[in-house]
Nanobody, 125 residues
Framework: QVQLVESGGGLVQAGGSLSLSCAAS????????MGWFRQAPGKEREFVAA????????YYADSVKGRFTASRDNAKSTVDLQMNSLKPEDTAVYYC??????????????????WGQGTQVTVSS
């Protein structure tokens, strides 16, 4: 049973930083793609970033490119999202997700079979 548990959300002022972490358990994730998505009130869930566990190749939404960095710690089985220069429009619930099969489009939410419960990120202006 795959479990994904996010942590690290909170309240921060615009321009500040937060680091999210996703603890992954229940599988060997070496062939997985791990993704971060977010959902703001009244909006659809949107892709934020992804990382291929084996190659550590990363992908980012244009809206966060240059500000967010995804990484993974193989020893701890965690995936992290470092968020810098945060903006009020980054306010959302952030979800960690795991895709066991390879999809060339890492932003496709349908490719992710497992999801965490989400963690709230609030950026005040």
């Amino acid at each position: 049973q795959v479990q994904l548990v996010e942590s690290g959300g909170g309240l921060v002022q615009a321009g500040g930083s937060l680091s999210l972490s996703c603890a992954a358990s229940g599988r060997t994730f070496s062939s997985y793609t791990m993704g971060w998505f977010r959902q703001a009130p009244g909006k659809e869930r949107e892709f934020v970033a992804a990382i291929r566990w084996s190659t550590v190749r990363t992908y980012y939404a244009d809206s966060v490119k240059g500000r967010f960095t995804a990484s993974r710690d193989n020893a701890k089985s965690t995936v992290d999202l470092q968020m810098n220069s945060l903006k009020p429009e980054d306010t959302a619930v952030y979800y960690c997700a795991a895709a066991p099969k390879y999809y060339s489009d890492s932003s496709y939410p349908g490719g992710y079979a497992y999801w965490g419960q989400g963690t709230q990120v609030t950026v005040s202006s």
